[in-house]
């Protein structure tokens, strides 16, 4: 009995000490937020208060230490983040994660975001201060490397810790610009719908482009395989970091407003992840200020406000990518024809290490109009030389600037000469300040074809017919400044005419730009919380015109008192995406049914690719209120030619029964709370017994597709919507009120697991509460947490 019972006290013993070492463990894994900390290449001591979300409110004697100690801080709550998509541009995730990631490695490295890097930063001047503040950044995030804790994901993974060099800083800015983009998702398929299907199908549906359409006011029968494209989707598909997506912006001019001054809002839609894509911090020093959210790596905020003006962005949606067919010299295919010569490929070799295996060597041919996709995407279904010709790797890059002078600028005017400078990614750039001034700049180098050039489908590389003839100059980008209308607004919706044209690209449909002008036009009398009830609307006016186009259509005659309900259900319909409506579940069921049966028997394997894309959304309306259309007809179908009531009937019927079977018979329950989830997922979170420490979800929210409140989900045939993408950040400020300006990130401030900030917004998100972004130097001094990293002596 007495040996029993010393194995057991042995037993608890261990058990104590296992839960004391586990817990010391993660104290060691949590960030510093109280305490000093020597750090080194500063002048003097920098005191840094962490508010009640851990956002650091940095207080310095110099602008150059205010950036080391911005770089150290943020290091510590995001080192992870900075490592994963530091190696994305560079082809590095396989050296982490294995063989499953070499295809987007290869597709990433052939890009020429890393040979551009290497170009731009050659030709910096070192002298400059955006140059001083983003090495003095980046000198913080390596003191952090040396002398802080390592993240528990560099563990988990079994990666070694490395430094950062500017290299690692302009890759991030590379891959952002490449997910901006959409025409290596669209531009294949429209050009597969042209060859293999002919004109006539082709032309219907570029058509839906220049129709319902709220324009920014400017001031001045083979299968169709969607190959291209669904391999471009899938390989970035499976990356760690969000993509970028869309967004909402609006800035309220003081005419319009119950205080008499400025109300700035904006909200980016990226795709959701863990750790939340942007990382707060306040910067404070005798000669410069401000409140800023940042990208990893990037020490220059893309978002921020002080007590002078506010910026912030959406995307412009503008088509900087084209792809250019090649003709290989019969005789020689080192060679390509242009015009009446034929040039020599540059040859690029490339050698990507894989965790657990051997490195992969490949080479690229690079033509004049850029690499060819043939030689770093695996199996793509052609045989031609297909070249992508990128404006961010073709022309001088001077992001770097444009992110420093935006963040530093005095004045509206020092304000639009930073934005100038981007050459691409394309952004609306926003702009509010408390002199009353409001603003909207379409910035990134815009060009022009021949006028009869049709620039998303593949261009001829060898006639030197389909080249650009001209750059236009920053003053003929789409803009307004104090416009009459006494408001500026974009929601990735199409510009009104740029040098007397539709810029060419790849914008969202109407919806959520129709219903900002439909609330936001009439009001004169906004106050701050009426935005924050805004910024969280759920209604889609496009939505029920759809429905009502549909309805219309039916062959009601044979339906059954329970089809008739639900008819009537989405006849009411008000376009609400609210968690206990059932119009949204039946009405994106209809359309998943709709699209299917109008495009998939000619667009076959491809259906699937195209049925996500932005250009179907612009196509959808439209297409639904077409009596006569080419696309009607089921080609699988012999000696028949199906009518529109025939595909709209068939599909509600399919729509219903499917729910049905789903959800009960009980209509009445068939609400969008059901069916609608989000999930902030983690890469480590992917290992299935790692999810529920890592991801944060899932929780079941409200809104829905192209609504204000955006929740971005693919339309297919599980009939469940797992959000994939939404606003990124909610931010409100308003002039009259500055310092008391709100904000909310959709998880946390930090990426540490550990630590009580990783996931603490994320109920006040879902609920479309906010933060307040503190200003008042008397109430950061109230911080409990406070972290002074002292000058070396």
Avoid: C
């Amino acid at each position: 009995m007495k040996i029993i019972k010393k194995i057991f006290l042995f037993l608890i013993v261990i058990i104590i000490l296992t839960f004391v070492a586990g817990w010391l463990y993660t104290k060691t894994l949590k960030p510093t937020y109280n305490g000093e900390i020597e750090i080194k290449n500063t002048t003097e001591d920098v005191t840094i208060h962490f508010d009640e979300i851990g956002v650091p409110h940095i207080n310095a004697k110099n602008q150059q230490d205010a950036y080391v100690a911005l770089g150290y801080v943020h290091a510590q709550d995001r080192l992870w983040q900075m490592e994963l998509i530091r190696r994305i541009a560079a082809g590095r995730l396989s050296e982490i994660f294995g063989e499953k990631l070499i295809e987007t490695d290869k597709l990433f490295s052939g890009l020429g975001i890393e040979e551009a890097s290497a170009k731009t930063i050659a030709n910096l001047d070192q002298n400059s201060a955006p140059y001083k503040m983003a090495t003095a950044y980046l000198d913080g995030v390596n003191q952090y490397i040396a002398e802080g804790k390592t993240p528990i994901e560099f563990n988990l993974v079994g990666v070694d810790k490395e430094k950062y060099t500017l290299k690692d800083m302009y890759n991030v800015f590379g891959y952002m610009a490449f997910s901006f983009a959409i025409a290596h998702k669209t531009d294949p398929m429209l050009n597969e719908v042209k060859e293999k299907l002919g004109a006539t199908y082709f032309n219907e549906l570029i058509g839906a482009e220049n129709e319902n359409l709220t324009l920014i006011q400017n001031e001045k029968n083979p299968e169709i395989t969607g190959a291209f494209s669904q391999a471009m989707n899938s390989l970035i598909g499976v990356l760690p970091i969000s993509p970028f997506i869309g967004s909402n912006s609006w800035v309220i001019g003081a005419d319009k407003t119950k205080n008499g001054k400025v109300i700035f809002a904006n909200d980016p839609h990226i795709g959701y992840s863990q750790p939340s894509v942007w990382y707060q911090a306040h910067i404070k020093t005798p000669d410069y200020e401000m409140y800023g959210f940042h990208l990893a790596l990037v020490p220059f905020p893309l978002l921020g406000h002080n007590k002078d003006f506010a910026y912030g962005l959406t995307m412009f949606e503008n088509d900087d990518i084209d792809f250019y067919v090649e003709e290989n010299n019969p005789q020689n295919t080192n060679q390509y024809k242009f015009k009446e010569a034929y040039l020599d490929y540059t040859f690029v070799e490339k050698r990507l290490k894989i965790k657990d295996a051997k490195d992969s060597v490949y080479t690229i041919k690079v033509s004049k109009h850029g690499p060819l996709m043939n030689g770093i995407i695996t199996h793509l279904e052609t045989e031609k030389p297909v070249a992508m010709q990128w404006i961010y790797t073709k022309l001088e890059n001077q992001i770097l600037d444009v992110a420093y002078e935006m963040s530093h600028a005095k004045n509206l005017t020092e304000f639009k000469n930073g934005a100038s400078k981007l050459h691409a990614p394309g952004l609306n750039m926003m702009y509010g300040d408390a002199k009353n001034n409001i603003a909207w700049f379409a910035t990134g180098k815009l060009y022009k074809y021949r006028d009869s050039l049709y620039t998303k489908t593949f261009l001829n590389g060898s006639s030197g017919e389909d080249e650009i003839l001209e750059y236009l100059d920053f003053e003929e980008n789409p803009q307004a400044t104090n416009p009459a209308i006494n408001y500026v607004y974009s929601a990735n919706n199409q510009p009104d005419s740029i040098a007397n044209m539709l810029y060419p690209g790849y914008y969202l449909s109407e919806d959520r730009a129709k219903r900002i002008v439909s609330l936001v036009a009439p009001k004169n009398d906004w106050t701050k919380k009426d935005v924050a009830k805004m910024i969280m609307d759920v209604t889609s006016t496009t939505a029920p015109e759809v429905a009502k186009n549909l309805i219309h259509s039916l062959d009601n005659s044979s339906f059954s008192p329970s089809e008739k309900t639900a008819i009537h259900i989405l006849e009411k319909w008000k376009g609400n995406f609210d968690k206990d409506e059932v119009g949204p579940v039946i009405y994106n069921r209809f359309i998943y049914e709709f699209q299917k049966n109008t495009f998939a028997d000619e667009m076959g394997k491809g259906f699937d690719q195209f049925a996500n894309t932005p250009f179907i959304e612009k196509v959808l309306p439209v297409q639904a209120k077409r009596e006569n259309s080419i696309w009607w007809d089921n080609i699988a179908t012999k000696d028949k030619v199906e009518t529109k009531q025939e595909i709209v009937t068939t599909s509600f019927k399919n729509a219903f029964s499917f729910l049905e079977n789903q959800l009960g018979a009980n209509i009445a329950a068939w609400k969008w709370e059901r069916v609608i989830s989000v999930e902030h997922k983690h890469a480590v979170g992917e290992v299935a017994v790692l999810r529920k420490y890592f991801n944060v979800g899932p929780f079941v929210t409200s809104g829905g597709d192209q609504v204000i409140n955006n929740q971005i989900y693919n339309i297919d045939s599980t009939g469940t919507y797992k959000v994939k993408a939404g606003p990124s950040t909610r931010r409100i400020v308003d002039f009259s009120d500055v310092e008391n300006s709100l904000a909310i990130l959709p998880t946390g401030q930090s990426g540490r697991v550990f630590s009580k900030h990783y996931n603490d917004q994320a109920e006040e998100y879902l609920n479309g509460e906010f933060f307040k972004m503190k200003l008042n130097v008397s109430e950061i001094r109230k911080s409990k947490n406070v972290l002074i990293l002292k000058a070396e002596k």
